[in-house]
């Protein structure tokens, strides 16, 4: 028993934002932030939200699969930019788009979330459990980035992407590692609301993205080349045996260092981020849906994602599409 991606979908914000309209913000430059992580722009949210992302990614997605959301029996959606804790995400899709036989939650693990999000309906299918389920990944980040502080502003972008899983009787999703490491969680943070109450006096915390890019920069090109090479010795294959790695789009050197280290051509690495920033959880299933539908995923062919993020979370899945 295994899962297999049966339909694609994602939707971006209307407002697009180049490098050069965020010299006007902060002391940057369209050369420096092209250089140091390849980015060339990015989508920015002028009111859409995550759900309203996320539920147009499903229903295409839903369109792509041929499918009805009636069909759908676990809806998850990985996010960390939500606009409420309460209710979550994934329950306000289910009622936009009809979900109504779905169960629907959360998932939390920052830019790994949508791949640790396909790891658990992997195991709820593999348990027998659920049989169609809809995945998504979906940001709005701009709401959670400081626009002065010019070392992450830069980097990020809103976006959702979603897909449709199946279960199925072979080949599909072949194998997967995940692996968190929370001693390292204040390398890339970002509070919520601060302790306020009548019985505590605490100044505010800046509920922004604070990232040391130096120290993520070293994690991501050192755990994940290992993250996909335990997988590959998992699954008794090589990297050469995989047409392509869908990685998180962080940085385009890191794509390169990864490459590198996995002594894979760079062209195996398909990359959107010039285009949409780092867009955390939906990085994934947006880059998916794209190459889906150019007509770059053919059948049989061995794809291996990779997700790395903020927690510290990382890990690798390999599918046969
Ligand atoms: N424009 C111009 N100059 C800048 C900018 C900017 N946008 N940002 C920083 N600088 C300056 C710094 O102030 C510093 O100046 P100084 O030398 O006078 O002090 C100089 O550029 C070098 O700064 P560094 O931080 O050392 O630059 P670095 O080459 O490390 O690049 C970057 C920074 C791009 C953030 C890099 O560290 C990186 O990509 N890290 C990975 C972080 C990442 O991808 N995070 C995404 C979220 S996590 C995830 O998705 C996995």
Not at 31 to 43: C, N, P, Q, S, V
Not at 73 to 97: F, H, K, M
Not at 251 to 256: A, K, M, T
Request: hydrophobic share 45%; charged share 25%; aromatic share 6%.
């Amino acid at each position: 028993m295994s899962i297999r991606i049966v339909g694609t979908g994602s939707t971006l914000p209307k407002k697009h934002v180049t490098n050069e309209e965020l010299t006007r913000l902060v002391d940057t430059s369209d050369e420096w932030i092209r250089e140091r992580t390849g980015i060339g722009g990015r989508y920015v949210s002028q009111g859409e939200t995550v759900t309203e992302l996320s539920a147009s990614a499903c229903e295409k997605a839903l369109k792509d699969a041929g499918k009805n959301a009636e069909d759908i029996d676990l809806l998850l959606v990985a996010t960390c930019s939500p606009e409420t804790s309460i209710p979550c995400v994934a329950c306000q899709v289910q009622a936009r788009i009809g979900a109504n036989n779905a169960v629907a939650f959360d998932v939390n693990a920052a830019c790994a979330g949508f791949l640790f999000a396909l790891h658990t309906v992997y195991a709820y299918m593999e348990a027998g459990i659920y049989k169609n389920a809809l995945i998504v990944g979906a940001e709005v980040l701009s709401k959670i980035v400081d626009w002065n502080d010019r070392g992450t502003c830069i980097l990020f972008g809103d976006g959702a992407g979603a897909v449709v899983v199946e279960h199925c009787e072979k080949d599909g999703l072949l194998g997967f590692v995940q692996h968190s490491d929370g001693r390292k969680g204040e390398v890339l943070r970002c509070d919520t609301r601060s302790l306020v109450n009548p019985f505590v006096d605490r100044p505010m915390e800046a509920p922004y993205v604070q990232m040391d890019g130096r120290e993520v920069f070293a994690f991501a090109v050192r755990q994940v080349p290992a993250g996909v090479e335990e997988l590959l010795q998992k699954l008794e294959m090589t990297a050469d045996d995989v047409d392509l790695f869908v990685l998180h789009q962080a940085n385009f050197r890191i794509i390169e260092g990864i490459a590198k280290r996995l002594k894979q051509d760079v062209n195996k690495f398909p990359v959107n981020l010039d285009r949409v920033g780092n867009m955390s959880s939906a990085a994934i299933p947006v880059l998916l849906d794209e190459l889906n539908r150019a007509g770059r995923l053919k059948e049989g062919m061995c794809i291996v994602l990779s997700g790395f993020g903020a927690g510290l979370t990382w890990g690798a899945c390999a599918l046969r599409w």
